[in-house]
Structure formats: structure tokens, C-alpha cells
């Protein structure tokens, strides 16, 4: 710009401001799961009348060098408080905004005072503003500027590093102060390519290790932006979204679409579930921790993003709102053919996987823990972990991690889990599998030499379960054995008993060569899609138990009939 243009800046600066030529434009924030305005960020314009509309680089640097930038920051912070309390009024209020300040301004010793003096005359909660501010800020007088920074930090300002990684990109900085969230130079979308979104996904998982909001500015094209959902960057802004807009132009189209500002209960729902590292090997047990945690790897690429989802609970229904690759493929292994065919599963409650599900998701709601649950599906075998993020008093946020143990990529964890299956197997004396419906039972593990009493001896189950009785349990305890494993009553008994079984003890003839010892026999229901399974299981009775029993069977054996 010529030597002219910077005297007429300068000269018309003032009558500017005076008349209302320079004014904020807004561009407004995305949250990148919910596409709703979370933010709107207030830049400068100055409407000439003379030269038109006047860009930013066209007079910020003129102003800078000649010490005017203050009074420009604190015009446009005027004025965005002044439309903060408009769209109050108007009942579609703003969630919050943010104001960039310069470097020159932290020189001012009355910084502080007037940014929160301007806030005060306007009503505008602290909690409602971000201050951006840039790198270069703080390597200058460091002292000054730290003294400013916790001033603003204790006050209960949101401070955002502006342009991160544009050209200084000292990691100094977020080692000695604490930002609330980091805003990605625009820059690092310019070139989209492997080594920039390398780049992005190492910087992201970096900010949520350190537990700050991630904002990517810049953002312009629809590939852009899911590459930027899937790694967890929880803010978008750029001109695939808007362009910055007059507070006119924002007004009318916040008014047109109903629900596109985000609420303040939702900021703080949102806020909440953004600290989750989606890039994190292990997300839900690294979820809220405050101790030093590990980075991923230099050779970690985009493909092993754990198989994460988020999912929401409203009014006993779940909605998916974020799943990963990772996930989804895991989802068509387990047999579904979308994730709308799982959500399905839960919401139209027909199936096992419902009450599997709802009581998993109801232990992780109300518990600040990880909850697990294995499980066999489609001759898959799966975990299912489950930790709640955020909840008020609509709803809660769970995220889902799923790990499968089918594949020749996890063998080793297979035949772990074979030689663990194995070791809890023989735990037990006898595990057969039972299927009503079928008339049908299989025996899978045996520890002792008791004849199988399947379908090749009998003709029918029930028959089969009355030949077992006769041979292997004592006289005393054989009619409450044939009324305990019933099976026309079985399901509905074991539907009313929370923990999804029956159990009870009764005295055996020939297992371990002891006739009448006791033994704890249980029967659980294994959730099925295709067939009502039940398991049924022998074990034994630990010597104390089976001192109390006896003494039960002896003086109260109407205690014994509960069946």
C-alpha cells in the first residue's frame, strides 16, 4: 500500500470510528459434531466511504505501527457487546464470541480494566467471551504479559491461541501458560495433504493431552471437513461454513433456521464431551485425567483411530452421533449391516442386545468409570466399553469402544483368551448349554466322569433333565431340583432376577467320587438373537458354605424352597 493510503487511514481513523464505518463483521464457529454455531468470532471492517470496503491487511498494520490498535480492539469489543445484548433481547442469544487482541495491547497497563469494565456496562458474562490472542504476544515482554494473562485466567476469561503454528510456534508457550483452546492456522489446510493432516492429527492429539479445545480456521472444502470431525477437532470455521457477515446478515439467518445457535446448556454439555481424545489408544480410560499421558507414536496414521463412538441417550432412545472407521467396520463384522441396523437394535427394545445394552448404558450413566461387557455375537467375541462424558437433565453423552477378537490381525489375543476361557472353565464341574426351544442341550466341559444325559439318551429335554435328576442328585433334593430347572417356568423366572440367572444348591451323588456333597447350580440366560440359550453350569461349594448348608437342610429346609 502507498505511503497516500497509510496518511488517509491515518487521518480518517477517528471520523470512522466516530460514524460507525468501522464496524465488526462475524464469522461464525461450527461445533463439528452438531453443525451448530458455537461461537461467533468478531472481526474488523472498515466501510469507506470513499474507498469501499477496506480489508483487514489493508489497515490493521498501519494502525499497529502507529499505536491505534488499541482503540480500534476496544471499538470492536464495544460493539460486540452491544449485539451480544441485542440477540438477548431478541431471545436468540449469542452462545459467545471472540475478540482479537494485539500485541500492542498488552502493553497497556489498563488492558484488564477495560476489557472487563466494557463487559460490566453491557451485562455480558465473562464466561461468554474468548480472548484470542497470538504467539507473538508472549515473546515479548514476558514478565508484562504474564502478569495481564493470569489477571485474565483468574477472572474467569477463555483464552484462545490464535493462529497456532502460522510462525513462531514456540511449544514454550503452552508448557508455561494455560490456554483454553487452540486455533489452528489456516495454513495447514492451504497444502491438504498426508503430511499436512499428519501434521493436524499430531497437533490435535497434542491439545487434548494437554486438556485445550481444538478450533481448525481455514476450513473450505467438505473432505476438509471430515477429516477434521473424524480426528476429534471439535471447531470449524471457514467459508465452507460462512464467510463473516454484518450483524444484520447473521441476525436474519439465525432467525430462518431454528436451532442453529447453540445453547448455553448445550456449550456446556459440548464443552464437556470435547475433552475426549479420539486419537488416543485408549480414549475412555484417558478421558478427564489430569497426569501426563502418552502421545502417539510417529508412524500412528489416521487408519488406527480407535474404534470409538459417541453416543447419545435421550428418553431410553440412543442416537449415534460420531462414529469412526474403526468402529463401523467393527459393526459389519459383528453381522449389521449400518449403524442405523445397531441403533435399531436398542431403540424397537426386541432383542437381548437391548437389555444387554441398557444395562450397560445405565451402569456408565451413573458412574464417572469405565463399564465393560463381553459378549459373543454372530461367533464373534467382542468387549464393549462404555464411559459416560458428559449428562444434564435431557440427556448423556456415552463414548462406545468396541474390540472385536475375530480377525488374524488379533490371534494372539484369541489364543489368550481361549487359554483364559479354559482356565475359568475349569472352574466349573460341569457347563452345558440349553436350548428350550429346540428341546435340545449340549454339554461343553466336563470335569469329571458324569454320563451326558443330552438328546442321544432321551428322547426329549425335559426327559433328559428327569434322567440326570434320578441318577445324579440325592433323593432329598430331587423334587426341588425338577422344580428349579421347570423348564415351562424357567424364562419367566429368570427374567424377574436382575442379574439374569437362577442359582441354587443341592447335594450331588457322584461327582468327585462323594455322594451328597453339596453344589451351587446355576442357570443363565445368553443373550441371542436367534435362539433362547440358557447355561447351565455346576460348581462347587466351598467347605463353610457347606457346613451352613447341611445345618439348613437339617433344621430349615423350608428355607431351601424357593423354587
Same mark, same amino acid.
Given at each position: 500500500?502507498?505511503?497516500?493510503?497509510?496518511?488517509?487511514?491515518?487521518?480518517?481513523?477517528?471520523?470512522?470510528?466516530?460514524?460507525?464505518?468501522?464496524?465488526?463483521?462475524?464469522?461464525?464457529?461450527?461445533?463439528?459434531?452438531?453443525?451448530?454455531?458455537?461461537?461467533?468470532?468478531?472481526?474488523?471492517?472498515?466501510?469507506?466511504?470513499?474507498?469501499?470496503?477496506?480489508?483487514?491487511?489493508?489497515?490493521?498494520?498501519?494502525?499497529?505501527?502507529?499505536?491505534?490498535?488499541?482503540?480500534?480492539?476496544?471499538?470492536?469489543?464495544?460493539?460486540?457487546?452491544?449485539?451480544?445484548?441485542?440477540?438477548?433481547?431478541?431471545?436468540?442469544?449469542?452462545?459467545?464470541?471472540?475478540?482479537?487482541?494485539?500485541?500492542?495491547?498488552?502493553?497497556?497497563?489498563?488492558?484488564?480494566?477495560?476489557?472487563?469494565?466494557?463487559?460490566?456496562?453491557?451485562?455480558?458474562?465473562?464466561?461468554?467471551?474468548?480472548?484470542?490472542?497470538?504467539?507473538?504476544?508472549?515473546?515479548?515482554?514476558?514478565?508484562?504479559?504474564?502478569?495481564?494473562?493470569?489477571?485474565?485466567?483468574?477472572?474467569?476469561?477463555?483464552?484462545?491461541?490464535?493462529?497456532?503454528?502460522?510462525?513462531?510456534?514456540?511449544?514454550?508457550?503452552?508448557?508455561?501458560?494455560?490456554?483454553?483452546?487452540?486455533?489452528?492456522?489456516?495454513?495447514?489446510?492451504?497444502?491438504?495433504?498426508?503430511?499436512?493432516?499428519?501434521?493436524?492429527?499430531?497437533?490435535?492429539?497434542?491439545?487434548?493431552?494437554?486438556?485445550?479445545?481444538?478450533?481448525?480456521?481455514?476450513?473450505?472444502?467438505?473432505?476438509?471437513?471430515?477429516?477434521?470431525?473424524?480426528?476429534?477437532?471439535?471447531?470449524?470455521?471457514?467459508?465452507?461454513?460462512?464467510?463473516?457477515?454484518?450483524?444484520?446478515?447473521?441476525?436474519?439467518?439465525?432467525?430462518?433456521?431454528?436451532?442453529?445457535?447453540?445453547?448455553?446448556?448445550?456449550?456446556?454439555?459440548?464443552?464437556?464431551?470435547?475433552?475426549?481424545?479420539?486419537?488416543?489408544?485408549?480414549?475412555?480410560?484417558?478421558?478427564?485425567?489430569?497426569?501426563?499421558?502418552?502421545?502417539?507414536?510417529?508412524?500412528?496414521?489416521?487408519?488406527?483411530? /480407535?474404534? +470409538? *463412538? #459417541?453416543?447419545?441417550?435421550?428418553?431410553?432412545?440412543?442416537?449415534? !452421533?460420531?462414529? $469412526?472407521?474403526?468402529? %463401523?467396520?467393527?459393526?459389519?463384522?459383528?453381522?449389521?449391516?449400518?449403524?442405523?441396523?445397531?441403533?435399531?437394535?436398542f431403540n424397537e427394545k426386541k432383542s437381548d442386545q437391548y437389555l444387554m445394552l441398557k444395562n450397560l448404558i445405565l451402569d456408565a450413566i451413573g458412574s464417572d468409570t469405565v463399564?465393560?461387557?463381553?459378549?459373543?455375537?454372530?461367533?464373534?467375541?467382542?468387549?464393549?466399553?462404555?464411559?459416560?462424558?458428559?449428562?444434564?437433565?435431557?440427556? /448423556?453423552? +456415552? *463414548? #462406545?469402544?468396541?474390540?472385536?477378537?475375530?480377525?488374524?490381525?488379533? !490371534?494372539?489375543? $484369541?489364543?489368550?483368551? %481361549?487359554?483364559?476361557?479354559?482356565?475359568?472353565?475349569?472352574?466349573?464341574?460341569?457347563?452345558?448349554?440349553?436350548?428350550?426351544?429346540?428341546?435340545?442341550?449340549?454339554?461343553?466341559?466336563?470335569?469329571?466322569?458324569?454320563?451326558?444325559?443330552?438328546?442321544?439318551?432321551?428322547?426329549?429335554?425335559?426327559?433328559?433333565?428327569?434322567?440326570?435328576?434320578?441318577?445324579?442328585?440325592?433323593?432329598?433334593?430331587?423334587?426341588?431340583?425338577?422344580?428349579?430347572?421347570?423348564?415351562?417356568? #424357567?424364562?419367566?423366572?429368570?427374567?424377574?432376577?436382575?442379574?439374569?440367572?437362577?442359582?441354587?444348591?443341592?447335594? %450331588?451323588?457322584?461327582?468327585?467320587?462323594?455322594?451328597?456333597?453339596?453344589?451351587?447350580?446355576?442357570?443363565?440366560?445368553?443373550?441371542?438373537?436367534?435362539?433362547?440359550?440358557?447355561?447351565?453350569?455346576?460348581?462347587?461349594?466351598?467347605?463353610?458354605?457347606?457346613?451352613?448348608?447341611?445345618?439348613?437342610?437339617?433344621?430349615?429346609?423350608?428355607?431351601?424352597?424357593?423354587?
Amino acid at each position: 500500500m502507498s505511503r497516500m493510503n497509510d496518511v488517509y487511514i491515518l487521518d480518517h481513523f477517528s471520523e470512522a470510528l466516530a460514524k460507525g464505518h468501522i464496524r465488526p463483521y462475524y464469522q461464525p464457529i461450527f461445533r463439528s459434531v452438531t453443525g451448530q454455531i458455537c461461537c461467533v468470532e468478531a472481526l474488523a471492517r472498515w466501510l469507506d466511504p470513499v474507498y469501499g470496503i477496506l480489508a483487514p491487511g489493508e489497515f490493521i498494520t498501519v494502525l499497529e505501527e502507529h499505536d491505534l490498535i488499541y482503540a480500534l480492539d476496544m471499538e470492536i469489543l464495544k460493539q460486540t457487546c452491544l449485539f451480544y445484548r441485542e440477540m438477548n433481547e431478541r431471545g436468540t442469544p449469542i452462545p459467545s464470541f471472540s475478540v482479537n487482541l494485539s500485541r500492542h495491547d498488552f502493553r497497556r497497563r489498563d488492558l484488564f480494566e477495560r476489557v472487563s469494565g466494557c463487559l460490566e456496562a453491557y451485562k455480558v458474562p465473562v464466561d461468554a467471551v474468548k480472548l484470542e490472542i497470538t504467539e507473538s504476544v508472549m515473546l515479548e515482554d514476558v514478565d508484562a504479559f504474564r502478569r495481564i494473562f493470569q489477571k485474565f485466567h483468574n477472572a474467569g476469561f477463555s483464552i484462545w491461541i490464535d493462529d497456532f503454528g502460522s510462525a513462531y510456534s514456540s511449544l514454550n508457550v503452552l508448557q508455561n501458560y494455560e490456554f483454553d483452546t487452540m486455533k489452528f492456522d489456516m495454513l495447514f489446510l492451504k497444502n491438504f495433504s498426508v503430511k499436512s493432516r499428519q501434521v493436524l492429527l499430531s497437533l490435535i492429539n497434542m491439545a487434548k493431552n494437554l486438556n485445550i479445545h481444538t478450533l481448525v480456521e481455514g476450513v473450505e472444502t467438505e473432505e476438509q471437513r471430515v477429516f477434521l470431525r473424524s480426528i476429534g477437532c471439535e471447531a470449524l470455521q471457514g467459508y465452507y461454513y460462512s464467510k463473516p457477515l454484518p450483524s444484520e446478515e447473521l441476525l436474519s439467518i439465525t432467525a430462518e433456521k431454528n436451532g442453529l445457535l447453540e445453547s448455553l446448556e448445550d456449550k456446556n454439555y459440548w464443552g464437556r464431551i470435547g475433552r475426549l481424545n479420539v486419537l488416543s489408544p485408549s480414549p475412555l480410560t484417558d478421558f478427564d485425567r489430569t497426569e501426563k499421558r502418552n502421545f502417539i507414536s510417529e508412524d500412528f496414521q489416521e487408519k488406527n483411530i /480407535a474404534p +470409538l *463412538a #459417541l453416543v447419545e441417550c435421550v428418553q431410553n432412545r440412543a442416537y449415534y !452421533v460420531y462414529v $469412526s472407521d474403526g468402529y %463401523l467396520k467393527r459393526v459389519l463384522n459383528l453381522g449389521y449391516d449400518s449403524i442405523e441396523a445397531l441403533e435399531r437394535v436398542f431403540n424397537e427394545k426386541k432383542s437381548d442386545q437391548y437389555l444387554m445394552l441398557k444395562n450397560l448404558i445405565l451402569d456408565a450413566i451413573g458412574s464417572d468409570t469405565v463399564m465393560e461387557l463381553d459378549y459373543t455375537n454372530n461367533d464373534v467375541y467382542y468387549t464393549l466399553g462404555a464411559r459416560c462424558l458428559a449428562r444434564d437433565r435431557k440427556r /448423556a453423552m +456415552l *463414548a #462406545l469402544q468396541l474390540q472385536i477378537f475375530d480377525s488374524e490381525n488379533e !490371534v494372539k489375543t $484369541s489364543k489368550q483368551m %481361549l487359554q483364559y476361557g479354559n482356565a475359568l472353565f475349569s472352574t466349573y464341574e460341569i457347563v452345558t448349554l440349553v436350548y428350550p426351544r429346540l428341546g435340545a442341550s449340549t454339554r461343553i466341559y466336563a470335569a469329571d466322569f458324569i454320563p451326558s444325559y443330552d438328546n442321544v439318551k432321551a428322547k426329549t429335554l425335559k426327559e433328559s433333565i428327569e434322567k440326570f435328576c434320578e441318577a445324579e442328585i440325592v433323593p432329598e433334593d430331587r423334587e426341588r431340583y425338577l422344580r428349579f430347572f421347570n423348564l415351562e417356568t #424357567l424364562g419367566e423366572r429368570i427374567g424377574s432376577c436382575p442379574g439374569g440367572f437362577i442359582q441354587d444348591a443341592f447335594r %450331588l451323588n457322584r461327582i468327585k467320587s462323594a455322594k451328597g456333597k453339596w453344589r451351587n447350580i446355576r442357570i443363565s440366560r445368553v443373550p441371542s438373537d436367534e435362539e433362547v440359550v440358557y447355561i447351565y453350569t455346576i460348581q462347587v461349594v466351598q467347605e463353610k458354605e457347606e457346613l451352613m448348608l447341611d445345618l439348613m437342610a437339617k433344621e430349615h429346609p423350608e428355607v431351601l424352597n424357593r423354587f
